[in-house]
Nanobody, 121 residues
Framework: QVQLVESGGGLVQAGGSLRLSCAAS????????MGWFRQAPGKEREFVAA????????YYADSVKGRFTISRDNAKNTVYLQMNSLKPEDTAVYYC??????????????WGQGTQVTVSS
């Protein structure tokens, strides 16, 4: 099973940028689809973005399309989430996801510990 460690969160002003990283263990990382979810206080965890094992296909929630970019470096076993034009409503704990086939909106784990992103207005 892949183990996931997220990093890169922090406090940023609205309009700013952050890049999240997720380091994954396991020799099969390059064959896994990867993704990001987030959970804001008092809300359910929601899908943010996903990327296929090759990086050739990417998917985004409507709320982040055009502002966030997901990418991966299979040589480093790492997936990234570049977040630009951040809004206060992007404030949440961000979690990485991994699946040998695809990342579903209903993905249930495994999860990493998450990384907090706070966007001030």
């Amino acid at each position: 099973q892949v183990q996931l460690v997220e990093s890169g969160g922090g406090l940023v002003q609205a309009g700013g940028s952050l890049r999240l990283s997720c380091a994954a263990s396991g020799r099969t990382f390059s064959s896994y689809a990867m993704g990001w979810f987030r959970q804001a206080p008092g809300k359910e965890r929601e899908f943010v973005a996903a990327i296929s094992w090759s990086g050739g296909n990417t998917y985004y929630a409507d709320s982040v399309k055009g502002r966030f970019t997901i990418s991966r470096d299979n040589a480093k076993n790492t997936v990234y989430l570049q977040m630009n034009s951040l809004k206060p409503e992007d404030t949440a704990v961000y979690y990485c996801a991994a699946d040998p086939e695809s990342i579903s909106y209903y993905y249930t784990g495994p999860w990493g510990q998450g990384t907090q992103v706070t966007v001030s207005s």
